[in-house]
C-alpha cells in the first residue's frame, strides 16, 4: 500500500487499484442493489480482471502523474478500503460524463449492500473532493443519481453538491447535481469557524 495513491478519509481510505482488486470489483459490480443503478459495470470476471489491468490502473497512472493539470485525464477509480480491516467495500472515481455539458467532470461510486448506511459513501466522496479541488485545476463537478434512488441523491446532497435540473440519459431520469470549488471554498471556511 505504501507506493499506492492513498487518500485517508478516517474510518476507510481511497487507494488507487491494484490488480488482485478486480475480484472485489466484480463481486461488488455484481450485486443487484449495485448493478440496478450502474448496469455498465457489470461484467464477466475475466472482462473485469482485462480492465483493471489494461485500462483502470494505467488510466489512473496517467491520471495521477499529470495532477494538477488534469484537463485531458479521463478517469481516476479508487478502491474503498475499511482501515479495521482492509476489505475492500466500494469504489469512489471522477470521470467524465460524456451526457452532460462541459465541464462535465462527475464524482461516481458504488458501496457493498454490507456496508451502506453508515457514512462510508459520503466520506469517500467528500475526500475525493477535497483532493480535487485542493490539488488539481478543477473548478467544477458534477453528480447525477436516478430520481427513485433515494440513498445515492442524499450522499450527493451531503457531499455539498446543488441540485441544478432533472435529466434523462437513456430513457431514465436523474437529478443533475453540481458543485463548484467557490462553494466548496466557502463551506468549508463556514465549518473551519464554526469549529473555532
Given amino acids: 500500500m505504501n507506493d499506492l495513491f492513498t487518500i485517508d478519509c478516517g474510518e476507510i481510505l481511497l487507494r488507487e487499484y491494484r490488480i488482485d482488486d478486480a475480484d472485489a470489483i466484480y463481486e461488488l459490480t455484481s450485486q443487484p ?34 495532477v494538477p493539470n488534469i484537463d485531458k485525464q479521463t478517469y481516476l477509480r479508487l478502491a474503498i478500503i475499511l482501515k479495521e480491516t482492509g476489505e475492500f467495500i466500494g469504489f469512489c472515481m471522477t470521470g467524465i460524463k460524456e451526457e452532460l455539458p462541459a465541464p462535465n467532470r462527475e464524482i461516481a461510486y458504488a458501496i457493498s449492500k454490507h456496508y451502506r448506511n453508515r457514512g462510508y459513501t459520503t466520506k469517500a466522496v467528500k475526500g475525493l473532493i477535497n483532493y480535487l479541488f485542493e490539488k488539481t485545476n478543477i473548478e ?51 465549518q473551519t469557524l464554526s469549529a473555532i
Avoid at 42 to 53: A, G
Avoid at 152 to 175: A, D, L, M, P
Fill in 33 to 66: 442493489e449495485v448493478y440496478e443503478f450502474l448496469p455498465d459495470f457489470k461484467t464477466t470476471r475475466e472482462q473485469r480482471l482485462d480492465w483493471v489491468t489494461n485500462y483502470e490502473i494505467p488510466s489512473n497512472k496517467a491520471f495521477l502523474a499529470a
Fill in 140 to 190: 467544477l463537478l458534477n453528480a447525477v443519481a436516478l430520481t427513485q434512488n433515494v440513498s445515492s441523491n442524499r450522499v450527493i446532497q451531503k457531499s455539498g453538491f446543488t441540485v441544478v435540473e432533472e435529466i434523462e440519459i437513456e430513457n431514465q431520469k436523474y437529478n443533475h447535481y453540481t458543485l463548484h470549488k467557490s462553494e466548496w471554498q466557502s463551506n468549508a471556511e463556514a
